[in-house]
């Protein structure tokens, strides 16, 4: 892709997260998701890894996501909605691994996870969010398993990447693509972010307004 198409996408992105975002609300059950519409993005990670404070960062919105410091705050799929045309739902995913919740109800939410990755139509990609300063673990690896066999795209962003060096950050980016490779459903790209000091944030706004831009031309033919 030229140059220009990638200032463009970025644009476009730039333009795509300076509407309007609310917060739908929240399913913990299969029969509570909000119906489908024709443009959704989901976000994953292991539990504390930041989706709170990336939605947040993303959607220049600092309350929009709750954020916490304790494992599991995120006891459901929360839907928030970028308003305009086309609308674009934003899931904020339960994390996986460790949480401070009873096991009855973590195992609830993976049910619930399960069930959404197998079911969700309109569910164009699902961004991994994975500790730049740790990266991939075999909890993440599991994810990614769910992933590839629902045949759902995803894509993995590294998130406070700002607590590593330069030379950190390349590694640690090398070694996650290499590790995707082989994966059928992973996007090849890997991002950079920190919703500390806004890292990557233009990054992936702009592959968010490309993935729709793409989508739309697929839904056209």
């Known amino acids: 892709m030229n140059d220009r198409a990638e200032i463009d996408f970025v644009d476009a992105g730039r333009k795509l997260f300076a509407r309007e975002c609310s917060f739908v609300g929240p399913a913990t059950e299969p029969e509570l998701l909000p119906p489908q519409g024709p443009h959704e993005i989901a976000f994953a990670g292991r539990s504390n890894v930041g989706k ?13 996501a709750k954020t916490s410091r304790t494992p599991g705050r995120t006891q459901a799929l929360n839907f928030f909605a970028l308003q305009g045309e086309p609308t674009l739902h934003i899931v904020d995913m339960p994390g996986y691994g460790y949480a401070a919740a009873p096991k009855d109800m973590v195992e609830n939410w993976t049910r619930l996870i399960q069930d959404y990755l197998r079911g969700r139509a309109g569910l164009n990609r699902v961004f991994v969010l994975v500790d730049a300063r740790h990266g991939l673990k075999p909890v993440d690896f599991e994810m990614l398993d769910r992933l590839d066999q629902a045949a759902v795209s995803y ?9 590593l060096r330069p030379s950190e950050r390349a590694a640690r980016l090398g070694e996650t693509e ?3 490779a082989k994966r059928p459903a992973a996007f090849p790209q890997v991002l950079l972010t920190s919703a500390t000091d806004g890292l990557g ?6 592959a968010i307004a490309r993935l729709l831009a793409e989508t739309r031309q697929q839904g056209a033919h």
């Open 178 to 180: 290499a590790a995707l």
């Open 155 to 163: 894509q993995v962003v590294l998130t406070k990447s700002d607590c």
């Open 52 to 64: 709170s404070s990336l939605i947040n960062a993303l959607t220049n919105r600092k309350g929009l």
């Open 201 to 206: 944030m233009e990054e992936l706004r702009a």
